[in-house]
């Protein structure tokens, strides 16, 4: 055990023992642990193998935000060990090792590797031969790889809660800045809510001796009404939309104003062998020590670059940590204050020096610190060897920035402290602490200020609050930050060996930068894509830094000219679960749909809705719909009334025959053209009165078509009001040579052949229920098309089942319909018809009225077009040998594609392969012969341009 | 008329709601009423009762009668007399005895009323309209987690600063176009097109259950409404 | 992208709520004198990086159609308004 004695801001409670199971075996700690800081107090140095070169990793971070060490907990794949809190029985396992974590085979790559190693490897070797893809991918995925999916799909589920919240305000970062900020604005009145990727607020105060003031400041927010959400990491900015992840929920949270306090990342150091189990960010190993009471190491060693490293190591040693020395590059560092305060307790302060090499088998046991000279080499006979188990680092800061960029903000480099800080904020956004670039002392007051702005400029708070926020502005110090030493590229001592890593997520080397720019890849967002640095499950917040020093460096750049990376969401990893949302689909139903399940129908998709695609016998079907008679649930069809005094005129404008001159109770087919004069649909019109049209459209296309409509009204002063009633009213098409009979016993109108014709559409009443039918024949046999009130489409529906059982009735589904409708050659409108199709080649010529006056939608085009002879046209073909192509297979002429079949199925009726096809005009003749080409087959089809089924259509108008 | 294939009153069979089949499957027991089948109840009034106190219930409310209305502003106007309205706004739903205009652009309108009053009141503005019943389906969530509920799914800021009572919000509900009311503190009503009446019932009560709550039937509902009623008095 | 719009009926809504109609060009008063004409029309957008016109529909909610002006590089949306009203901009 390495845990220290009873620190003043432990947030563990040693009351309370916790036990959960790492890699098989019990783990003691402590309420209020991490799996982090648990395992690390457990000593248990290695906690995962990193991602390439399998080398024993430990934490560097140690916070929740920062934490880079990966671990499975249950089917839960790469959590990160310091955001997780332990509970009892909680099952760990670490990752990416085998057998074990202390002996990994795949470490070979690392020691033997040779040629495995340098970056763009996988890139250049295995393309060759293509085949081999799938293979290499299964062994690549294996060996590296960072957890692993459970097998089975009933635990890969996860479980998220969204939670959609308006506020006024949202902070982002609960440090000692976003606090005051959250606080500031609530108390102005606004509503506010402040969002912490750690599991406490409190920020780095909590280990800097702040933290009683810092967890009071906590806890006046929330009395001022502040909703606090804690663990709960913000993953990105869109558009002011920010998703906050808080374990089991995806919060949504839309903010007027956003303030972001997401503070500064402190960056390794970059050096041979830095990334041995041991070394950690300074501020990570005082984070774990003053919050968890746990000693990284016993005996340590600092080294950084600024007045940072010298306070985490006063700070280490102020909880119980034998600090051996501290290197501080800069060469005045010993007039530092906190210098004279190490001094005063016993620390040797190294000025001008730093860590050069780092040594040790899995775990640190020394490491070598020297002066260097401007290429980091260290300088012959300064070097120093000391014994340490826990090296703290300290190599400049980066601001968390990322959402502030993502945000709009553009990143500038800041020669004095160092950094890229986020520039000229846009409007609706404000930023308070050390990511602004305040200094620690400031950040209570800087997040005050930018808390009052925001209210503010939401209209709270008075004149009063006004001048108070001026009079602060004014109080708050301009940023001074420290001198800090120009940071190396890459320290070392004068030997060979060992890997210096720029990004320990990736296993990205300074080797690895240099190499891709010297092969071209020399800027950092190519550097970035080649090898992958930055890109890593801690999205780059260690090696920012790093990786554009080496860059610099190699490149002869300065620092602030290479930039940042774009910074992209999600800023923090997310499991994709978490975003997938809950398992429902928004999908339609007719109100019959209870029928059809109960009817034992294969339900499918139809664009948004699910239909009824068979009943488990598409050909008998067919056949009874031919035979006897058939009803098909058709609610899905898009339905529309289109009333008053121009309601005639714009279906005049919009079809290319003319509706306006339809008798009320008429009906006439119609397509919708494009302006370019191509079918986007198709469907009937039925004037119901004078200034009344119904009009009914495809499933599919019914969306489509009421933007179309709605749209063409918005934009033209027609008179006409257009109500869509798709959702409002069932369908059932009965058709079928009994149909009429049926009919007639279910309503009292006259259903002859006299009293109603093909293509009326007559209202009556069926089974004491008000219904308009239309008589169409889509299947092409003598056909009722019955609309109704869809709360009574059901009672409709078992009348005519009734009504229908001793003359054969059965229900068919789509695809039965599509079937007989291919039997009539009647165009399916998406099936048959692509962007490409206009009336011309679709067989649709006789609809197009160019002699109407009125100008219509596609009338230009189709005026153009009909100059000339359409390329291709759509026919039917049959197959004498009885093939059944597939639908989409080429029409060949003289071995070249030049069509395609868009239908196909064998007809039972007649006993035939049928299809359509577009062909060369040229073969769009009847009984001439066209060769497919399905699959490796061919074989010949023969034109037919008229319908398979009745080409006269007497059976239709019966 | 020459829509009455539109209409869902009829003197014919009594009408079944588009969540028929999902209220069934929870256990509904159904009374016939103003021309329609309704849920009165679960078989556990009492508990439906106590779930719209402290946690959240909802109930099928596709029963009510919806009047689309379209015409120019001046069209509009001439009907609000006839409705019991005075200068509707957008947003705002303007209350005429049970009748309710929802004013959604400048020209065109819904009516809510009585299932029983749509044919009178039809005729009353000299059968203008579309009857839009049985387009829209509708549900009640009441409880004082309902705006909870719909945080689940639904992107409105339904905070009561932003929409008080007889507020009225278009917009997407579930990944659903719809047309969001709150009617109390604690009670919104929400309708939608009718074909997503069983995915909206399964997104509510995936949501609603998980919140501590329950579907409830008429009976229910009206006892929690009546209760508001005394609160707000 | 998550930008909110305005609706002239409904007020504020993210994005997702409404279908977008493209930049505004607007019909030709009679036929374009030739093919060319005529798709250049149909589908040649200006495509501008900066405020275009636009064509919106408040799918989700109230179903109109109507008409806005955004900054295509930063969708900062400068005002939204019903088509007769949008006439009276110039």
Redesign the interface.
């Given at each position: 055990m390495t845990r220290l004695d009873p620190q003043p801001a432990e947030r563990i409670d040693r009351s309370k023992p916790v036990t959960f199971k790492f890699d098989g075996k019990d783990v003691p700690a402590f309420a209020g642990d991490t799996v982090a800081s648990a395992l690390i107090a457990a000593d248990q140095k290695i906690l995962q193998r990193s991602f390439k070169y399998h080398r024993p990793r430990g934490e560097i971070g140690g916070t929740a935000g920062g934490g880079n060490a990966l671990v499975q907990i249950g089917a839960r794949p790469s959590v990160r060990a310091a955001a997780e809190q332990v509970t009892n029985g909680l099952v760990v396992e670490h990752q990416n090792a085998w057998p074990s974590l202390d002996f990994d085979i795949m470490r070979a790559t690392d020691k033997f590797g040779g040629p495995f190693t340098p970056v763009g490897f996988y890139y250049k070797t295995f393309i060759r031969p293509r085949s081999f893809w799938p293979l290499y991918e299964k062994v690549l995925r294996s060996a590296a790889g960072l957890g692993k999916l459970p097998k089975r799909q009933e635990e890969r589920e996860w479980e998220t809660e969204y939670r959609r919240r308006h506020c006024d305000v949202l902070v982002i970062g609960g440090g000692e800045a976003g606090l005051s900020a959250a606080l500031q604005a609530a108390e102005l009145g606004a509503d506010v809510v402040l969002c912490e990727e750690d599991v406490e607020v409190g920020g780095a105060r909590l280990a800097d001796g702040g933290h009683e003031a810092v967890r009071a400041l906590a806890a006046k927010a929330a009395a001022a009404g502040v909703e606090i959400l804690t663990g709960a990491a913000a993953l990105g900015y869109f558009d002011g939309l920010v998703p906050v992840w808080q374990g089991d929920t995806l919060h949504q949270v839309r903010a007027r104003r956003h303030v972001a306090a997401t503070g500064a990342i402190e960056q390794p150091l970059v050096f041979p062998d830095n990334d041995l189990p041991g070394i950690m960010l300074a501020s990570g190993a005082l984070r774990l020590a003053a919050v968890y009471g746990v000693a990284v190491g016993t005996d340590a060693v600092v080294a950084g670059v600024g007045d940072e490293a010298l306070e985490s190591a006063l700070g280490l040693h102020a909880a119980g940590i034998k600090v051996h020395a501290v290197a501080d590059l800069r060469a005045d560092a010993l007039e530092r204050p906190a210098a004279q305060k190490l001094k005063e307790a016993g620390i040797e302060v190294l000025a001008g020096m730093t860590v050069v090499r780092a040594s040790g088998n899995k775990a640190l046991k020394s490491v070598k610190l020297a002066k260097i000279d401007g290429s980091g080499l260290a300088i012959a006979g300064s070097e120093r060897e000391i014994a340490c188990d826990l090296l703290g680092v300290s190599g400049g800061f980066v601001p968390a920035s990322s959402l502030l960029l993502q945000a709009g903000a553009k990143a500038t480099f800041d020669a004095p402290s160092g950094r890229f800080l986020a520039g000229a904020l846009p409007e609706n956004v404000h930023a308070a602490g050390a990511v602004a670039g305040d200094p620690a002392d400031q950040a209570g007051l800087a997040g005050t200020i930018a808390g009052a702005s925001a209210a503010l400029a939401l209209g709270f708070g008075s004149d009063a609050d006004r001048a108070a926020l001026s009079s602060a502005e004014a109080e708050l110090k301009q940023a001074e930050h420290a001198p800090q030493a120009a940071t190396p590229a890459y320290a070392r001592d004068g030997r060979k060996g060992g890997k210096a890593f720029v990004d320990l997520d990736e296993d990205v080397t300074v080797k690895d930068v240099r190499r891709a720019a010297d092969e071209g890849y020399d800027g950092i967002e190519l550097s970035k894509r080649y090898t992958t640095v930055t890109m890593g499950p801690t999205q780059g917040r260690y090696s920012q830094l790093p990786a554009i020093r080496a860059l610099a460096d190699h490149t002869d750049v300065p620092v602030g000219d290479i930039g940042l990376t774009t910074a992209r969401p999600p800023w923090t990893t997310v499991p994709l679960g978490a975003l997938a949302g809950r398992p429902f689909e928004a999908a339609k139903r007719s109100a019959l749909h209870s029928r059809h399940r109960d009817l034992g129908a294969t339900v499918k998709w139809a664009g948004d809705w699910r239909r009824a695609y068979d009943y488990g016998d598409a050909t008998a079907e067919a056949l009874a719909v031919q035979d006897t008679a058939g009803i098909i649930d058709v609610s899905t069809l898009g339905k529309f009334v289109l009333s008053g005094p121009g309601a005639g005129e714009l279906l005049d404008r919009l079809y290319p025959n003319v509706m306006s001159n339809l008798k009320p109770g008429r009906i006439r087919y119609g397509v919708l053209l494009s302006e370019m004069g191509r079918i986007t649909d198709d469907g009937t019109v039925c004037r119901l009165d004078d200034d009344t049209f119904y009009i009914t459209t495809t499933s599919a296309g019914a969306a489509g078509a009421e933007r179309w409509f709605s749209w063409w009204l918005a934009d033209w002063d027609v008179d006409a009001r257009l109500t869509d009633v798709t959702q409002g009213l069932g369908a059932i098409n009965l058709a079928g040579p009994n149909a009429r009979e049926i009919l007639s016993r279910v309503t009292d109108l006259d259903c002859s052949n006299e009293g109603f014709k093909y293509l009326d559409g007559k209202q009556a009443k069926i089974a004491g229920v008000d219904c308009l039918m239309l008589r169409i024949g889509f299947v092409g046999e003598v056909g009722y098309e019955i609309h109704c009130a869809a709360p009574h489409a059901g009672h409709v529906w078992d009348a005519l089942t009734e009504a229908g059982a001793d003359l054969g009735l059965r229900p068919f589904g789509l695809e039965p319909q599509r079937v007989l409708r291919l039997q009539k050659q009647h165009v399916l409108i998406g099936q048959d018809t692509d962007s490409e199709a206009t009336p011309y080649n679709s067989g649709l010529s006789w609809m197009v009225k160019l002699d109407k006056p009125q100008d219509f939608i596609g009338r230009w085009a189709l005026e153009y077009d009909a100059d000339s002879e359409a390329a291709d046209q759509l026919v039917g073909f049959t197959v004498p040998g009885g093939q059944v192509p597939t639908e989409g297979a080429v029409v060949a002429v003289d071995g070249v594609a030049a069509g395609q079949v868009t239908s196909s199925r064998h007809s039972p009726k007649l006993n035939k392969s049928i299809g359509m096809a577009t062909v060369p005009t040229s073969l769009a003749k009847e009984g001439a012969t066209i060769t497919i080409s399905d699959e490796g087959k061919t074989f010949d089809a023969t034109v037919t341009l008229k319908a398979f089924y009745d080409p006269e259509g007497s059976v239709l108008r019966s | 008329m020459?829509?009455?294939?539109?209409?869902?009153a009829?003197?014919?069979?009594a009408?079944?709601?588009?969540f028929?089949?999902a209220l069934a499957q929870a256990g509904a027991k159904f009374q016939s009423r103003d021309g329609?089948e309704i849920a009165t109840s679960f078989g556990d009034p009492a508990a439906e009762e106590q779930a719209c106190a402290t946690t959240v219930g909802w109930a099928d409310v596709s029963h009510l009668g919806k009047l689309?209305i379209?015409?120019s502003a001046a069209t509009l106007a001439g009907f609000h007399a006839a409705v019991g309205v005075t200068a509707p706004q957008?947003?705002i739903v303007a209350h005429g005895g049970s009748n309710r205009w929802l004013q959604?652009?400048?020209?065109?309108a819904i009516v809510l009323c009585e299932p029983g009053d749509l044919p009178g009141l039809r005729e009353t503005i000299g059968g203008a309209g579309?009857?839009?019943?049985?387009?829209?389906a509708g549900v009640t969530v009441i409880g004082p987690l309902a705006r909870?509920t719909?945080?689940?799914?639904?992107?409105l800021?339904l905070?009561e600063?932003?929409l008080a009572i007889d507020g009225l919000?278009?917009?997407?509900v579930?990944?659903?176009?719809?047309l969001l009311l709150r009617e109390g503190p604690e009670r919104f009503t929400v309708l939608f097109?009718?074909?997503?009446?069983?995915?909206f019932w399964?997104?509510l009560s995936?949501?609603g259950s998980?919140l501590g709550g329950r579907p409830v039937g008429s009976e229910a509902l009206n006892t929690a409404i009546s209760k508001e009623t005394q609160t707000n008095a | 992208m998550s930008f909110l719009l305005s609706c002239p009926n409904c007020g504020s809504r993210e994005v997702a709520d409404f279908g977008f109609g493209g930049e505004v060009s607007p019909r030709p008063k009679s036929k374009p004198g030739s093919m060319r004409e005529l798709t250049k029309y149909t589908y040649f957008r200006r495509n501008v990086a900066g405020v275009q016109r636009e064509w919106w529909v408040h799918r989700s909610g109230c179903g109109q159609w109507f008409l806005a002006e955004r900054d295509t590089r930063t969708n900062e949306v400068l005002w939204t308004a019903l088509p007769e009203d949008a006439k009276a901009k110039a």
């Open positions: - | 020459s829509t009455a294939f539109l209409n869902t009829t003197a014919g069979p009408a079944q709601s588009p028929s089949a329609w689309e379209q015409g957008a947003g959604l652009t400048p020209e065109r579309v009857d839009l019943t049985s387009s829209l909870d719909f945080s689940r799914f639904c992107a800021d905070r600063r932003e919000r278009p917009g997407s579930a990944r659903m176009p719809g097109g009718s074909a997503y009446a069983a995915y399964e997104v995936d949501a998980r | -």
